[in-house]
């Protein structure tokens, strides 16, 4: 989207991250994590608040949360601690959720993020574990809680692991608000640790936004945007609060401190009745759970774990040699596409040619199938790249051959042999097709005679034909200016 | 003699020889039960059929040899704030009237699995917030000493049945006094462990970093017999203890000889009754002459503790009880918006002293009190388990009186909350400190009323508390019974 701020103002953005660990059990209890489920099967005397039920940690969410800071280059706490944040919600089986507070999981971190041709550096406060809520269905006009008749209740989600990243607010245009939100995205995608669907809910995001006349350095009063489903909405909503702030105070009005509420359809953000006030939320320390203490070794061992992530994949492919996009492509991809182009390079591919035909045809051929299956290896691609190198056959024929490969017809040179892809390596061949293609053609001899030097490549095209595109082009054309004189 | 006075290790060892089935035990234990439960009001579900049941299959291990240990076929009570496992549950609150829980609490797993025959539900103060059980929800337990007089509490209703005959032991929960302070009011044992030693999985919280389940008994070795079996690491308490368990009957016949023993000198004075401070002393001349050096050490945050306790203590359950909201059990007031809903809920759900500590506690923990009240409660906390700890540098245990009164008349405090408070002055310092201690009988006064003795020791220092314990009880030989008892009979 195009987008330009409004003129002698900056806005000053901070994301707030909302990841649902898909850990094989809830956060302090024993229940099944999943999604769609019929309501309330997923549930125990723990993630439904009865009397008497404790809470006991899940060190698969503890592990993963290290891994996601580790990623986001924070420092990962020796010992951190959970609180008890208080509000009545009946979704809220406790009337408190357990979070963390003063001291999070993980702290003090970055993402550098590509963003109109740059990169710019946003730093990460922190990433604190808790546990998510149940759902609520009201029923009644409109599915709004104020019109609503009766309300469901399903706790199948109360308890499920949650790991909220917070960033400083060191962003400043809806482009990188929504660069950020996708490679954060890419990153938690990457660690395995979440689906990280927008659509399920199990990654959202909420914007805190303000503005400030550029030559200003104190900020501006903050408002919470939530409600955005997909990444293109997150930078429609900021771009409209944006201009929106700035239209207000220009209009000499002032900005409230509250939270607006994204419309996607009426591309609007709407402010909640406002009675929140500030929420005192009574946080303190969170009796029924000691300290989650991570030693160095603890640490090392989750760091060892750390996959490669796009960022430094990116980097990786581009100090090969890889073009700039496709490189961003390919740090991308499903890793059986990246492990493919590993494995070429691996067997002798240029990375750069490599990269090519895996973001290229490779992909192109998966798409036009239909499927995610990559049916060919690194040496088979390897040694295919190699035969059009060496001319063993077109760049054209290379395509066939390679859905033969993709096919299972087995090996690129018994594909090509099989399917008679081969170009002609006998120049005494392409000699007898350049002659009889200038027998048959006085016409166009006459004219390239006359000054008309483009009509040689009709006569290549000619001699391809004659050969059924057998003949190396190269060859043809040298005969044919050899024999034209 | 009833066998309904039996003690567990007399009613095991007949067991054990044949001389009495556990089907006859537990009916001389229901027929007390019928004999003073209009008096006493000690149960709130008193749940017989259940019990025959586990009686007769009590009376088939034993028969075949195989009994599962020291508890199999012994009739015992649990106070009311223990989840069972489709028996109501209510923690004397009439916002849980008529709620069945779908799971036992881990010491009822317990007790089951040692083959203990579980007799009932015993009376509280509503959610263990109370000194008389006079703040139950259904109506007072009285002491059988003196059913004029309160058990003390919380858990009067599992003290008062000890002390009755209507169970063998009783479990309570204490979080500041309410296992030690009714069994120092009706003449019985009654033991707080280390906090961690017993899981707090299935006990209905107040303030969970200081509540802790324990046993009520008549005689010492009896405690320690139920501790054993109650205590031990559980997976579903994150601060149940992980390492080695303490041993409580390691040392009950080692005597004193050659302990220190550390009398707090705050733990006395202005507000103990004459007669109480004179059974401590008499207490400590007898621990001497047993040949234990006996030294004077202060506490000076003993003074404080009381009122950190009522920072903390609230300030947990505030949020403990947030969950009580009409929604998924016990008590809903229907009204127009949930919200509404949730309110009548609990404004006519919870009783006027649970209502006012769940006030304190959320005013305790709000933003711009938070540092003066609960922040600075946390620091004071901090203190006392620091004094404590350079005590038992010097002591190997410490004693000071169970209770500053004998029990007092029904309605004499209720008015007054703080005096109401102060019933549990000698107690709260343990529950900060998450250190055990136990109460002892060691006599009655000149009005028949029941005087204790309470004996503290280091974390984790079961058995040297109940080593201390035990020179206390043979001291002080303490064989009485209540009237009530005799007069039924």
């Given at each position: ?15 707030e991250v909302h990841v649902e660990l898909r850990t094989a059990s809830k956060m302090f209890c024993g229940c099944r994590v999943a999604f769609g489920q019929e309501p309330n099967v997923d549930v125990c005397p723990t993630c439904l608040g009865l009397p008497g039920a404790l809470p006991v940690p899940n060190v698969q969410a503890i592990e993963w949360i290290s891994l996601i800071g580790l990623a986001l280059n924070c420092t990962i706490s020796e010992q951190s601690v959970f609180h008890r ?401 | ?8 290790s007399e009613a095991a060892a007949a067991l054990r020889a044949g001389s009495l089935t556990a089907g006859d035990l537990l009916e001389d234990v229901l027929e007390r039960a019928s004999m003073t439960e209009a008096d006493l009001h000690a149960y709130l579900t008193l749940d017989a059929d259940r019990a025959r049941v586990a009686a007769g299959r009590s009376d088939e291990r034993i028969a075949a040899g195989t009994p599962l240990g020291p508890l199999d076929g012994i009739p015992i009570a ?412």
């Amino acid at each position: 989207m195009s987008w330009k701020s409004p003129d002698g103002w900056e806005a000053v953005i901070g994301i707030e991250v909302h990841v649902e660990l898909r850990t094989a059990s809830k956060m302090f209890c024993g229940c099944r994590v999943a999604f769609g489920q019929e309501p309330n099967v997923d549930v125990c005397p723990t993630c439904l608040g009865l009397p008497g039920a404790l809470p006991v940690p899940n060190v698969q969410a503890i592990e993963w949360i290290s891994l996601i800071g580790l990623a986001l280059n924070c420092t990962i706490s020796e010992q951190s601690v959970f609180h008890r944040k208080n509000y009545f919600y009946a979704d809220l089986p406790k009337n408190y959720q357990i979070s963390q507070y003063d001291i999070p999981v993980c702290h003090d971190g970055w993402l550098d993020v590509d963003v109109d041709g740059g990169t710019v550096r946003i730093g990460i406060e922190r990433a604190h574990q808790e546990e998510d809520t149940g759902k609520s269905l009201h029923l009644g006009d409109g599915g709004r809680i104020h019109a609503a008749r009766e309300t469901l209740l399903d706790f199948n989600r109360s308890g499920v692991p949650l790991v909220e990243i917070v960033s400083r607010p060191d962003i400043r245009t809806p482009a990188q608000a929504k660069a950020y939100a996708q490679q954060l995205r890419a990153v938690v995608a990457e660690l395995g640790v979440s689906d990280a669907r927008l659509e399920e809910g199990s990654i959202r995001f909420d914007a805190n936004i303000s503005v400030r006349p550029v030559e200003q350095d104190e900020l501006g009063t903050k408002v919470e945007i939530k409600n955005m489903n997909s990444f293109r909405s997150l930078e429609r909503a900021v771009a409209f609060e944006i201009v929106r702030q700035v239209g207000e105070i220009e209009a000499g009005g002032t900005i409230v401190q509250e939270t607006r509420h994204w419309d996607e359809e009426a591309g609007v953000t709407y402010g909640m009745r406002t009675k929140e006030g500030s929420s005192d939320y009574r946080y303190f320390t969170e009796p029924d759970l000691t300290p989650i203490v991570i030693d160095a070794d603890w640490r090392a061992e989750i760091a060892s774990r750390l996959p490669e992530l796009p960022a430094t994949r990116r980097t990786r492919y581009s100090d090969a040699g890889v073009d700039r996009q496709v490189a961003q492509v390919l740090a991308d991809a499903a890793p059986e596409l990246r492990g493919l182009y590993d494995a070429a390079v691996e067997a002798g591919a240029e990375p750069r040619v490599a990269a090519n035909w895996v973001t290229g045809e490779v992909t192109g051929w998966m798409r036009r199938e239909d499927t995610e299956v990559v049916s060919i290896d690194g040496t088979r691609l390897a040694s295919l790249l190699a035969m059009v190198a060496e001319g063993m056959v077109s760049a054209s024929a290379a395509k066939e051959v390679l859905d033969g490969v993709m096919l299972g017809e087995g090996e690129p040179a018994a594909v090509a042999e099989a399917r008679d892809l081969l170009q002609m390596t006998d120049t005494g061949a392409i000699e007898q097709a350049v002659e009889a293609v200038l027998a048959a053609n006085p016409d166009a001899v006459e004219r390239y005679r006359n000054g008309e030097a483009k009509v040689v490549g009709f006569l290549v095209g000619q001699v391809m034909r004659a050969t059924q595109g057998k003949a190396d082009p190269k060859t043809a054309n040298a005969l044919l200016a050899q024999k034209l004189g | 003699m009833s066998h309904a006075d039996l003690t567990i290790s007399e009613a095991a060892a007949a067991l054990r020889a044949g001389s009495l089935t556990a089907g006859d035990l537990l009916e001389d234990v229901l027929e007390r039960a019928s004999m003073t439960e209009a008096d006493l009001h000690a149960y709130l579900t008193l749940d017989a059929d259940r019990a025959r049941v586990a009686a007769g299959r009590s009376d088939e291990r034993i028969a075949a040899g195989t009994p599962l240990g020291p508890l199999d076929g012994i009739p015992i009570a649990l106070k009311d704030n223990m989840c069972t496992r489709s028996v109501e549950t209510t923690c004397a609150s009439q916002i849980l009237a008529g709620y069945h829980p779908p799971y036992d609490a881990t010491v009822v797993r317990r007790l089951k699995e040692a083959g203990a025959v579980l007799t009932g539900k015993t009376n509280l103060d509503e959610f263990a917030m109370g000194s008389s059980t006079e703040n139950s929800g259904y109506g007072p337990t009285r002491n059988p000493w003196n059913p004029n007089r309160v058990p003390g509490g919380s858990s009067g209703g599992s003290a008062a049945a000890v002390a009755a005959g209507s169970a063998l032991a009783a479990l309570g929960s204490d979080t500041g006094g309410s296992i030690r302070q009714p069994a120092a009011l009706c003449g019985v044992v009654g033991v707080k462990p280390t906090y961690g030693v017993v899981s707090r999985y299935g006990l209905i919280a107040f303030g969970s970093s200081l509540d802790q389940i324990g046993p009520f008994t008549r005689t010492v070795a009896d405690a320690a017999t139920v501790l054993g079996v109650i205590a031990g690491h559980d997976p579903l308490d994150a601060t149940s203890w992980r390492g080695d368990y303490p041993d409580p009957t390691a040392a009950l016949e080692s005597g004193v000889n050659g302990m220190r023993i550390g009398v707090i000198r705050e733990l006395d004075g202005e507000g103990y009754e004459p007669e109480v401070t004179h059974a401590s002393r008499r207490t400590l001349d007898a621990l001497s002459d047993a040949g234990a050096e006996i030294v004077e050490v202060s506490i000076p945050t003993c003074d404080v503790a009381l009122s950190t306790y009522y920072l903390i203590a609230p300030a947990e359950a505030s949020a403990n009880l947030a969950r009580f909201d009409g929604i998924r059990y016990g008590l809903r007031v229907p009204g127009a918006t949930t919200e509404e809903m949730m309110a009548k809920t609990r404004g006519e759900g919870f009783g006027p002293e649970v209502t006012r500590r769940i006030l304190l506690g959320t005013y305790a923990l709000s933003a711009g009190y938070y540092d003066a009240f609960y922040g600075q409660a946390q620091k004071v906390r901090t203190l006392v388990k620091r004094e404590f700890a350079a005590a038992y540098t010097e002591v190997d245990a410490l004693v000071s009186p169970a209770s500053p009164t004998v029990a007092f008349e029904l309605d004499a405090r209720t008015s007054d909350p703080l005096a109401m408070y102060l019933s549990d002055v000698c107690n709260i310092p343990a529950n900060l400190t998450g250190h055990p201690a136990m109460t002892v009988p060691v006599g009655l006064d000149s009005q028949g009323l029941p005087i204790g003795f309470q004996v503290m020791a280091p974390a984790l220092g079961e058995a040297t508390m109940f080593r201390v314990a035990a020179e206390v009880e043979r001291q002080a030989d303490f064989t009485a019974r209540p009237e009530l008892i005799r007069v039924s009979s």
